[in-house]
């Protein structure tokens, strides 16, 4: 089985198409927190491949409480999973800062510019229902909660499984601090989560090899979706899609549609654990002339501090675990009085 939260759209479809397509024997399951559009992707998946297995599951990545809820289900409907692609991703209330732009459009680091957004994007964030900074939340925290409760399932003796992440060329060092791990202080909540992936990747590997578990993290560039549609309009980047093909010559991290984005996911699919580099990251990238290729990066990252922010993340998990069984107490409390009182 393959289970994807979320593939309803950008990349993880096109995951999904190029997965169908090497395989139509695979168990597919799509983990999306809207129904409709589940079963739209569902639909759009079966009529290009007629006869897939594709499963639906309810899933929001962003409340802890629907995490466990659907690893409930997932443990009730599967006995293995071989891959689990955690591709999730939000990034709200972006801001381009269009002095920084142009400032660097001149500079010598331009290309690092268009490849990374270094110095570019900031983000404001705000705290979800957990009480949880939302971005750290959807993008690392209820992945991280996610693969602590399908452990069963991907731990299998004589069997190896994966995990692979969805990062980001956009994942700083710099934008992260493990004394604030959600990111509450600064204005880069996206960077920080996706270099918290990266860390977690590393620890994953370094606690779970043993255990026949692997963790792969992959950059699938920039690619037009409804995540950079977030960032500035469609309209707009229709209108530099010119611009954007002269650029891919200089970086080939333009790989610009989601086929394209998912190069890197496939082909771990089709790797063996064992060849893989547990601190590579793994780029998509997209030639001048449009040939798609996977190239790994090592990653700047310390398996000192990679092994405190998962022990930091236990610490959280126990702890909103606390509260939630806490406040469905109340909840049961507070309902059984409006019984009573009617
Ligand atoms: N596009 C790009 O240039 C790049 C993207 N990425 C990463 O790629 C991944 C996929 O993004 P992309 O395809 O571009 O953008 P999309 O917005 O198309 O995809 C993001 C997916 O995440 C889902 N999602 C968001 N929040 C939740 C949640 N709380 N629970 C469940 N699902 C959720 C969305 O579901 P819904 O349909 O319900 O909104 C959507 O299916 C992300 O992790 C992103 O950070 C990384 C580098 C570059
Ligand atoms: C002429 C145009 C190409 C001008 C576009 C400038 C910026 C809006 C973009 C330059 C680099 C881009 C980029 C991203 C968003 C849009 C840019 C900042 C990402 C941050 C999108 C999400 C990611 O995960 C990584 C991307 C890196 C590059």
């Not at 939260?5 to 169908?20: D, T």
């Not at 452990?151 to 060092?173: D, F, I, K, M, Y």
């Not at 790989?255 to 394209?260: A, R």
């Not at 190239?295 to 610490?315: C, H, N, Y």
Request: glycine fraction near 6%; proline fraction near 4%; charge should be neutral.
């Amino acid at each position: 089985c393959v289970c994807l939260p979320s593939v309803c759209s950008g990349i993880g479809l096109a995951l999904c198409e190029r997965l169908l397509t090497e395989d139509t024997q695979l168990r597919l399951c799509l983990a999306c927190r809207n129904m409709q559009r589940a079963e739209a992707a569902r639909s759009a998946l079966l009529t290009s491949h007629t006869g897939a297995h594709v499963d639906l599951l309810q899933l929001d990545v962003g409340s802890v409480e629907s995490v466990l809820d659907a690893a409930e289900v997932v443990k009730s409907r599967y006995n293995r999973i071989d891959f689990l692609y955690l591709n999730a991703g939000i990034m709200p209330n972006p801001q381009v800062d269009i002095r920084a732009f142009f400032k660097g459009l001149f500079s010598r680091n331009v290309i690092n510019m268009f490849a990374t957004a270094e110095g570019l994007l900031t983000q404001q964030d705000r705290l979800n229902s957990d009480g949880l900074q939302e971005v750290f939340a959807t993008n690392l925290f209820g992945h991280f909660v996610l693969i602590r409760e399908l452990e069963p399932l991907l731990c299998q003796t004589g069997h190896t499984s994966r995990v692979v992440w969805t990062s980001s060329s956009n994942a700083r060092r710099s934008a992260f601090s493990i004394d604030d791990i959600q990111h509450r202080k600064g204005t880069e909540p996206y960077s920080s989560s996706k270099y918290a992936s990266d860390m977690l990747s590393v620890a994953l590997n370094r606690r779970m090899n043993g255990q026949g578990l692997f963790s792969s993290v992959v950059c699938p560039g920039l690619v037009m979706t409804n995540l950079t549609y977030g960032i500035l309009p469609s309209s707009f980047w229709t209108l530099i899609m010119p611009i954007m093909w002269l650029i891919r010559i200089f970086t080939n991290t333009f790989t610009l549609t989601p086929y394209n984005g998912a190069e890197a996911l496939h082909w771990l699919f089709l790797q063996k654990p064992e060849s893989l580099d547990p601190r590579a990251k793994y780029h998509s990238l997209t030639s001048g002339l449009g040939t798609n290729y996977t190239k790994p990066r090592q990653m700047d990252i310390d398996g000192e501090t990679a092994d405190v922010l998962f022990s930091k993340l236990l610490e959280l998990e126990k702890v909103v675990r606390r509260k939630l069984c806490e406040r469905n107490a109340d909840n049961e409390a507070h309902q059984r009085y409006l019984s009573e009182i009617e």
